[in-house]
């Protein structure tokens, strides 16, 4: 059950941003603007029935208006590379969504995770092996630290792989235009690394941070990625 209510604060906040007088709020929803007044100052709650109304006027999602996280989308061409992974905490439950969103899980509103490059701790291996990525991990996978997923971006398809404790940190993708992977460290969060254009063997895998950044970075400038 939600233990959440719209707020006077949100509504606010929220009539404000849309520049909207109390009436004219009030008139869309058919209460009086002393309604309005009230629920604003805390001094009365809008009725169930009329959250719908109310997310409609300010043009966002009910969830919105009651968790009081409006949404606003810049990835409108639902470009697979500006994904966002959500991440339970208490259960591990792992949402993607192609841009911004309210999420809740096991009662907590998550934020999406801030992906960082890979480092010392967090070397992977990614080898090419026929039309497909094999990508390694070298990581302890016990159930107090481990991988949670891997997944492979490309420009319109996502490929994730969920991982467990016990099991191996590893994953195969199709190759299909992959440009990034993604990895999800239970206890350092998440990273990524570009798929480097000539840099799929094993002999050439990133197993030197530096020196694979190096050439990911001269990578980006001969291949405009």
């Not at 470009?79 to 899980?105: D, K, W």
């Not at 960082?116 to 630290?145: C, F, G």
């Not at 254009?197 to 895998?205: Q, T, V």
Request: charged share 25%.
């Amino acid at each position: 059950m939600m233990n959440q209510y719209v707020t006077g604060t949100v509504i606010k906040e929220l009539r404000e941003k849309n520049k909207m007088t109390q009436l004219q709020l009030a008139e869309k929803l058919g209460v009086s603007d002393k309604t309005v007044s009230k629920w604003e100052t805390a001094k009365g709650y809008p009725d169930i029935t009329l959250l719908e109304p109310i997310a409609d006027a300010f043009s966002v999602s009910v969830t919105e208006l009651i968790s009081g996280n409006t949404v606003s989308n810049a990835n409108v061409s639902a470009n697979m590379l500006r994904s966002q992974f959500y991440v339970c905490p208490v259960c591990g439950n792992v949402i993607h969504s192609m841009g911004e969103a309210v999420i809740t899980c096991h009662g907590v509103c998550l934020s999406p995770a801030i992906a960082e490059q890979t480092d010392e701790n967090h070397m992977i291996l990614i080898e090419r092996v026929e039309d497909e990525y094999y990508v390694q991990m070298d990581h302890e996978m016990t159930k107090q630290h481990y991988i949670s997923f891997i997944a492979a971006a490309s420009s319109d398809r996502m490929q994730i792989v969920k991982l467990y404790p016990e099991g191996s940190a590893e994953a195969r993708f199709k190759i299909n235009g992959v440009k990034k992977i993604y990895f999800y460290c239970n206890r350092d969060g998440l990273f990524y690394v570009n798929i480097t254009k000539g840099i799929d063997d094993k002999e050439n895998a990133y197993d030197d941070v530096e020196e694979r950044r190096a050439l990911e970075r001269t990578a980006d400038i001969l291949f405009g990625q």
